[in-house]
């Protein structure tokens, strides 16, 4: 499944800090609260650099990204970029933390692409964004940009905001960046409309675009109802796109997965989380705080437990929904498209 040879790439979420209240963010219940299971942390600099590049002979590029937090609230993150110097970086954040000078310094090193996740123009990027500043964010990426900086716009679609599609083109062509990528959130996958409450208050409703086909709909799941009977029912053979692309996640308290969707179920989906503990059973043995990357890599857990599972009846559901070929949402990315 995998070899320190022919990884191509890991995927780290450096820290499950946040300084946003994304209203379709795991980090938080429907009511606005942080998980009580969530394990606040940074990922450990002394962990990543016992990663043992010189053996990761085909390791082009590496990601922060994150399921729960963003890359720039790790206090050693200056540090950590200075150990990749010899891979691509890309960094998704929220962009509203940091000063300007940061930005400008961060923008001549030319192994690093940033993605600037700006969901809207104005006030309308901060009803999803919650707790950033848009203006903030916008000056950010000059300085960036302005400083030989590769840039990229990535904006989430939402019923509020379908309407600023054409004109954010423009204004990421103004500004600088070399791309802009409309997306869908896949998240609506009970209702068409989410409620959005800070410390148990309602405060509105977020809402699906007008032109977006979810995953439920297109296995036509009722509404009110998860997809998940209707994919298990349609699933095909399962293919794990992550193992295919050469790709592994580290998340934030030093455990490893296969993928970052498999990472994103540690907190608040409980059924989810006791099925995966019944396939790995130790968490130990994933964790970078007990054993190496390459004893993680090289493990049973990784090389035959886990792609056993996809053969079988107990592959865990969340292998099913991303990755069986049938049903599964790589199979069906164009229901994430955005055309305009």
């Known amino acids: 499944m995998y070899s320190l040879d022919t990884l191509s790439e890991i995927n780290f979420e450096l820290s499950s800090h946040c300084n946003s209240k994304c209203p379709q963010c795991p980090r938080y219940d429907i009511y606005g609260h942080v998980h009580k299971d969530l394990n606040v942390t940074n990922l450990s600099l002394e962990i990543i650099k016992k990663l043992p590049l010189k053996k990761l002979k085909n390791l082009t590029g590496v990601s922060f990204v994150g399921n729960f937090g963003d890359p720039l609230m790790h206090p050693e993150l200056d540090e950590i970029i200075n150990f990749f110097k010899e891979q691509k970086i890309r960094i998704s954040t929220n962009a509203s933390l940091r000063n300007k000078s940061w930005w400008s310094d961060l923008g001549k090193n030319k192994n690093i692409k940033v993605i600037f996740c700006i969901d809207g123009i104005g006030k309308e990027h901060e009803l999803y964004r919650r707790n950033t500043s848009y203006k903030k964010i916008v000056e950010n990426a000059k300085s960036f940009i302005q400083s030989g900086g590769i840039a990229e716009w990535q904006f989430i679609v939402f019923q509020h905001n379908e309407h600023q599609l054409n004109e954010a083109k423009e204004l990421s062509t103004q500004l ?24 148990n208050k309602y405060l509105y409703d977020l809402k699906k675009p007008s032109k977006q086909i979810t ?3 297109s296995l036509n799941t009722p509404v009110g109802e998860k997809y998940w009977n209707s994919l298990h029912r349609n699933k095909g053979e399962i293919s794990c796109f992550w193992s295919e692309s050469k790709k592994i996640y580290i998340h934030s308290d030093g455990t490893v997965y296969p993928c970052c969707m498999l990472g994103s179920i540690q907190s608040g989906k409980n059924i989810e989380k006791l099925m995966l503990k019944k396939i790995i059973k130790d968490y130990k043995e994933i964790d970078l705080h007990y054993n190496t990357f390459e004893q993680i890599i090289m493990s049973d857990i990784l090389q035959k437990t886990l792609p056993e599972t996809f053969k079988s009846s107990s592959s865990h559901p969340i292998c099913i929904e991303w990755c069986n070929k049938n049903s599964g949402k790589y199979s069906k990315k164009h229901l994430n498209t955005v055309n305009i």
Do not use: C, P
Request: hydrophobic share 30%.
């Open 215 to 217: 995953l439920r709909k």
């Open 176 to 199: 600088g960046f070399k791309d802009i990528k409309f997306m869908y959130s896949d998240r609506f996958d009970t209702d068409d409309t989410w409620k959005v409450y800070d410390n």
